[in-house]
């Protein structure tokens, strides 16, 4: 049994079942991994928050809790990654800081005002307690109450999967909306860099090739003027042949840069 979430929308929790299925047996392994997988973020979060706090007041505190902040990211997407194998828990992935274009000011100030990190270091944080309680109960039911350990692992794991949803989702409609307008503009700016490059292509071999050899040819012809004025004529006759030409390679490029269904039908239909 698999438990979807579509943009962050919680699918209902499976019900308890007196049954050792693979379903089942991979809950009980989820609850016994809460403890070492807990401890391991506990103290992550702790060192990081003490040592980023403590250090505040020299140059290093703030940027150092920048980066465990980007920690927690890390570790809460390897969290997701659990939950959805073991879990059936199916989270979309909160969008991402994208710090390569900013300065180090600007990168700093968003890290550090990150919802994201901050959810997630507030995730292992409070996991420890819980890792620890989920770690005995499983052990125990393991051998002195086995009848109804399909029940008291369900009760645990759809425990579990409120916490992924809770804290390790993107935290509001906002958010998914921003991560998925940001999916979309990398496919923009790659539709728009080829299209670019065609138009280079476009102009430099079709339109500007053929003004080149116009002007080449109204050279020879200005030269003939004077000495062979019906050949230059006929050379002058020829150009404007190749001037309408040029106009229409560059009206046909200005409809593809501009369709004509855009204007007509506007963007949707475009």
């Known amino acids: 049994m698999t438990i979807n979430s579509q943009r962050g929308e919680a699918a209902?929790?499976?019900p308890a079942r007196f049954a050792f299925d693979a379903v089942t047996?991979?809950?009980?392994a989820y609850l016994l991994a809460n403890l070492?997988?807990?401890i391991a973020g506990f103290v992550y979060v702790a060192v990081v928050l003490y040592l980023g706090v403590g250090l505040s007041v020299t140059v290093i505190g703030l940027p150092l809790l920048a980066l465990g902040l980007a920690g927690c990211r890390l570790l809460g997407r390897l969290?997701?990654?659990r939950a959805r194998g073991m879990l059936g828990v199916a989270v979309d992935e909160p969008r991402s800081l994208s710090p390569g274009r900013m300065g180090f000011f600007p990168w700093l100030w968003t890290s550090l005002k990150d919802p994201v990190g901050w959810r997630h270091a507030l995730y292992f944080f409070i996991r420890l307690p819980w890792g620890i309680a989920t770690f005995t109960i499983a052990l125990t039911s393991l051998f002195v109450a086995w009848p109804v350990l399909p029940f008291i692992a369900r009760g645990l794991?759809?425990?579990d999967r409120a916490m992924v949803r809770g804290l390790l989702s993107p935290s509001d409609e906002l958010e998914r909306r921003i991560a998925e307008l940001e999916s979309d503009r990398g496919t923009v700016v790659d539709t728009a860099a080829a299209d670019l490059r065609r138009i280079e292509r476009d102009l430099h071999d079709g339109a500007q090739a053929r003004l080149v050899a116009l002007a080449m040819d109204l050279g020879l012809a200005k030269?003939?003027?004077q000495e062979d004025p019906e050949a230059a004529a006929r050379m002058v006759g020829d150009a404007h042949g190749e001037v309408k030409l040029a106009l229409q390679e560059l009206r046909d490029l200005a409809r593809g840069i501009h369709p004509a269904v855009l204007t007509d039908?506007?963007?949707d239909a475009a």
């Open 12 to 14: 209902p929790l499976p």
């Open 25 to 28: 047996w991979k809950e009980i």
């Open 36 to 38: 070492p997988v807990d």
């Open 79 to 81: 969290e997701r990654i």
């Open 157 to 159: 794991a759809n425990a």
């Open 223 to 225: 030269e003939k003027l």
């Open 265 to 267: 039908r506007g963007l």
